[in-house]
């Protein structure tokens, strides 16, 4: 099955720093989400980016499905941003999204 | 448009009961699926539903199962439960359908159901 590699696993940074999250895939997929998990679990959609880039606010995501990876940027970084960011993957005609491990980030004031 | 629900949030059972899990997708979302969340296995998937059929499943054992109504709601059921089956339980639903000319699969998530068991 699908094989999804999230890096670096833990991120610390200063408020006002950027950052990049990526995530390898071991096959292509056709269907790629990034989510934010608050500290309360909650899982919120941050992008469905299966190819190409995308811009919301302060973050962005680029998708190179050619070469099965993605990259999550985060810039001017808040104490806000902090949780765990996942990466997740799977292919059209159902969903069996397979998540990587996370990216746990926590942003210092 | 409400989000998606899950009921009951929380939940102590003790080994070898049985549980039911409830979830109720976003209006108009067709496709609900089920995640297990654990400290030690991260987020792995249960299966999806579409239109009341199972159309994917994961690894777990024939003691996880679910269905999906009519309405689109879903249920997930959990028989002779073992301490290993302690975890966070999420739901997602998503559109799969054909928005602005493309086909929209963003799955957004409910707040979960954490289950202790004992």
């Known amino acids: 099955g699908i094989q999804v590699e999230q890096s670096p696993p833990d991120l610390i940074l200063q408020e006002g720093a950027n950052s990049t999250l990526r995530c390898n895939f071991s096959d292509s997929v056709n269907n790629l989400q990034w989510f934010h998990q608050n500290p309360w679990g909650q899982l919120i959609n941050l992008f469905y980016i299966p190819s190409g880039t995308k811009q919301n606010g302060r973050l962005s995501a680029t998708t190179v499905a050619t070469e099965r990876y993605s990259l999550l940027y985060i810039s001017s970084s808040q104490t806000t941003d902090s949780g765990v960011y996942f990466c997740?993957?799977?292919?059209?005609?159902?969903?069996?999204?397979?998540f990587g491990a996370g990216t746990r980030l926590f942003v210092k004031a | 448009k409400a989000g998606v629900t899950q009921t009951p949030r929380y939940l102590i059972k003790t080994r070898g009961q049985q549980v039911t899990l409830s979830c109720s997708p976003i209006s108009g979302h067709r496709s609900v699926s089920w995640y297990q969340q654990t400290p030690g296995q991260g987020l792995q998937f249960l299966f999806e539903y579409f239109s009341e059929t199972q159309r994917n499943k994961g690894n777990f054992p024939g003691r996880f199962s679910g269905r999906q109504f009519s309405n689109s709601r879903s249920e997930m059921n959990v028989s002779t439960l073992e301490l290993g089956d302690s975890a966070l339980y999420l739901c997602?639903?998503?559109?799969?359908?054909?928005?602005?000319?493309?086909?929209?699969?963003?799955?957004?998530f409910g707040p979960g159901t954490r289950l202790l068991v004992l």
């Open positions: 997602a639903s998503s559109y799969l359908g054909l928005a602005g000319g493309t086909t929209e699969e963003t799955q957004y």
């Open positions: 997740a993957g799977g292919n059209t005609g159902g969903f069996k999204t397979i």
